[in-house]
């Protein structure tokens, strides 16, 4: 693994929100964020083509429901008579190996496809999907920022409408209710969270819920301000899953460690609320986003948190941004 690419493949859960370490694995060290916005365009095609050979690793949780970790962001399959129902499409490339994955669960035809949200690393799949069989649905803000020529400020990245067939046929704006393969299915909009198009997706019988990008599980979040995310839609989206959540519910995160529960959650709201305030208490003094970075107001988190692909400027950025 000493090849760029290969350390890219050697990432799991590869996303359009990694461009940060992305760009760090191409060069062999860390970018300035403005560095790393700057490599976005060209890497977006390198994280495609590196989900092309990425494995797929697959948890199998309860009540016939798995998650399969390695295209984008983590992606749950809920197997049964009514055909698989997968909730995010990962990375479009992985299709080979997340057609294998799908079949391991069994031979049931792909029926149905839920978006958490927008971003690519959840939907990018989606077209693949639908003419295997799926139909989509999403929240309305979703089928909208498919729909159109959609710019990411932070990723300084233009994407394209999507397919025909990739755009959600069925959308909502709050709630809906879905009984598929004995499982009451239950999709929730958060409000603006990590986008404006969060939706959270919780399987009653089992007790499992994927929350999408509202929680990245040990790793510090992306928040997309360019479609309407915020540090106080995080906060408020972490309170109302730990609201919604028991000791016994398996949690699935958008990014990290795929199989999650409320301890976890819960150290991640408690995370985003303290260097919310040490950020906010920054800026308030009147110091600039460099000075509020200079100052490290994320030091006593970055050892657990900081290790991934969003580092400590760049998460300290984000919350600056929305405070
Ligand atoms: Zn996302």
Redesign the pocket.
Known sequence: MTSPQAHLVSRRNF???CIGGAAAAATGGWLTPREAYAEARGLVSLIKDSAATSPIVTHRLRNNISVFEGSG?NIAVLTGPDGKVLIDAGIGVSRPQLTKALADLGNQPIAHLVN??W?F??ADGNEWLHSAGARIIAHENTRKHLSNIQRVEDWDYNFLPSPRGAIPGEVFTTERKLKLNGSSIRLKYYGPA??DSDISVTFAEANIVHV??TFWNGIYP?I?YSTGGSIDGMIAASNANLAATTDDTIIIP??GRPVSNKTELKEFRDMLVAVRDNVAKLKKQGKSRDETVAAKPTAAFDAKWGQFVIDPGYFTRLVYEGV
């Open positions: 996303c359009l929100c962001g958490t949200h971003h690393d959840h990590h986008t999408g990008d992306f997309d958008g990014h």
